[in-house]
């Protein structure tokens, strides 16, 4: 991997760093958006960082700072939804969540397989169920918490692009405008 992706400063390392992880999540998402209209990029997944976002699959460094530049001046014009992506993880998780929650209710009390076994068409109607939901929940879940489309005072320090399990990728340095001043 990239020296520069590798060698991220643990100096910059703090708790505040943790309050940025959802605006750099929304313009993860907004920056993938982008790809996906405007350079017709659709195999691009993302990861969110407190120090940037990491983006892997198939682009040009050039697609990638434009799409950037555009999602960050979309999100400042007020486009929130560009935040929100319906693939995101925070969907898969919340869902993953409440199948797990499910299963350990529906099997709670239970002594061996075969009482297990009893209750195992509650379970699969409860996930059912749960798979049908648990994506709206997830994008609720990512409006209210693990992104917030209000990026104000930040700016990418730097594009840095290497490769991930033979896959292109890109890792989008972000920092807050003050210190890029």
Not at 64 to 84: P, Q, T, Y
Not at 138 to 148: D, E, K, M, N, Y
Not at 163 to 175: H, K, N, P, Y
């Amino acid at each position: 991997m990239n020296e520069t992706i590798r060698n991220v400063e643990m100096s910059t390392l703090n708790f505040w760093n943790l309050f940025r992880t959802p605006k750099i999540h929304a313009l993860e998402h907004a920056t993938i958006s982008v790809l996906n209209e405007r350079f017709q990029r659709r195999k691009i997944a993302g990861l969110s960082t407190p120090f940037g976002f990491v983006l892997i699959g198939p682009a040009a460094i050039e697609e990638v700072r434009d799409a950037f530049d555009i999602a960050l001046s979309r999100l400042n014009a007020g486009e929130k939804d560009l935040a929100l992506s319906k693939n995101c993880g925070t969907n898969l998780a919340v869902t993953g969540a409440l199948c797990a929650l499910a299963a350990i209710i529906i099997f709670s009390g239970t002594k061996n397989a075969k009482d297990r076994f009893r209750r195992f068409d509650v379970l699969a109607l409860s996930a059912a169920l749960i798979s049908r939901i648990g994506p709206k929940l997830g994008f609720a879940a990512q409006r209210r918490v693990t992104t917030t489309a209000d990026v104000r005072g930040l700016a990418v320090d730097g594009i840095y692009q290497t490769t991930v399990l033979g896959q292109d990728a890109f890792f989008v340095r972000i920092i807050s405008e003050e210190a890029a001043g």
